[in-house]
């Protein structure tokens, strides 16, 4: 794949349909089955698809109302298979207790991603008891099937390891992990073999690490450049842009895909943001919020696979996940976003 296609954004048609006053999801032909319906050709050489649009007047004729709309996604660059561009991070916002208040509002956030297209969701041993309330959501709306789960080993030697990852895919009702990540580098090297041997046996699909600060690009630099990963987590945000200079091009360069966390820079963009418009040339690129227009810079970098915004409120998800529609930013936009940003702060 070259630098060029690396990163290439798809449309992802992830679709359910329900009948009004029914909460039963209709069951629709398989996605095979559409798109051969359809007359669907491939997108991309690797096998990806465009979905037929559908008359509306066809769907108000059967009253139905569609769930899941179509959430940019971008290619994995180890096999090519396609992630929605944005996803959620289970950090604090999962960690919480059982009572069904609790765990209703926290089914909204997922459903809520499902419904539009999304599907990443990423964890850890380290986020207290956010395995477990996902394991049990997951489990409870039979989502299994619509959700890519990342975790992490976070500890240090090869037996602990093993015993942690075990108890994190009891916790997720997971039989396999999509993605299993070294979290901030902890005995790396240990678990990295151990994870090679775990996808060998088709345990986890895929293996990565992590970092949620800047000041570890020294070492993730070199891991990068030395090991085989699918994956790399990283921070990445409109007041902390480090990746650009070295990460974001080692990954193209070593065809990895990108998981960015703190995409809000842990609160302080909202923080200085608070009570300023969104600019009008922002909007008139498809950015109503803060939220959405931070999305979308992240989003700018075509490096970056998926971005993954923690949250526990199911409006916020919305939001988020409306970043994923429609165009990216053009790099003209981008660069004035920076400006934008760069004057505020000084």
């Known amino acids: 794949m070259t630098p060029e296609e690396f990163g290439k954004a798809v449309y992802c048609p992830a679709r359910r349909s329900v009948k009004e006053g029914s909460r039963r999801p209709v069951k629709s ?3 095979k089955a559409r798109l051969e319906r359809d007359g669907c050709k491939p997108l991309m050489p690797n096998g990806l698809f465009r979905l037929a649009p559908i008359d509306p007047s066809y769907l108000q004729s059967l009253s139905w109302i569609i769930l899941d709309a179509r959430m940019l996604t971008r290619t994995i660059p180890s096999s090519g298979e396609a992630l929605p561009v944005i996803g959620i991070g289970t950090y604090k916002g999962f960690d919480t207790g059982s009572s069904s208040k ?28 956010a395995e477990g309330a996902v394991g049990e959501l997951l489990a409870t709306q039979h989502a299994r099937q619509k959700v890519f789960v990342a975790t992490k080993v976070w500890t240090e030697g090869r037996t602990a390891g093993i015993e942690q990852m075990n108890r994190s895919m009891k916790l997720l009702r997971c039989e396999q992990i999509d993605l299993m990540q070294v979290h901030n580098l902890v005995d790396w090297r240990t678990h990295l073999a151990t994870l090679r041997t775990w996808k060998a046996e088709e345990r986890i699909r895929y293996l990565g690490i992590t970092h949620y600060s800047s000041s570890a690009y020294g070492e993730l630099e070199k891991i990068m450049r030395a090991e085989a990963l699918d994956f790399v987590q990283l921070n990445y945000s409109l007041d902390d842009r480090e990746a650009e200079r070295r990460l974001l091009p080692l990954a193209v360069e070593r065809g990895m895909a990108v998981l960015v966390n703190l995409p809000f820079g842990q609160g302080r963009l909202f923080r200085t943001l608070r009570g300023r418009p969104v600019p009008s040339w922002m909007q008139e690129a498809g950015c109503e919020t803060w939220s ?4 979308k810079f992240t989003l700018a970098h075509k490096a970056v696979t998926c971005v993954i915004p923690g949250t526990a409120n199911p409006d916020h998800m919305a939001e988020n996940c409306r970043a994923g529609d429609g165009a990216m930013l053009e790099e003209s936009l981008v660069k004035k976003l920076v400006a934008f940003w760069d004057s505020s702060v000084h």
């Open 102 to 129: 609790e765990r209703a509002r926290l089914g909204d956030v997922l459903g809520t991603l499902f419904s539009f297209g999304g599907s990443v969701l990423d964890s850890s041993p380290m986020y207290g008891r």
């Open 292 to 295: 959405q227009a931070l999305l």
């Open 29 to 31: 032909p398989s996605r």
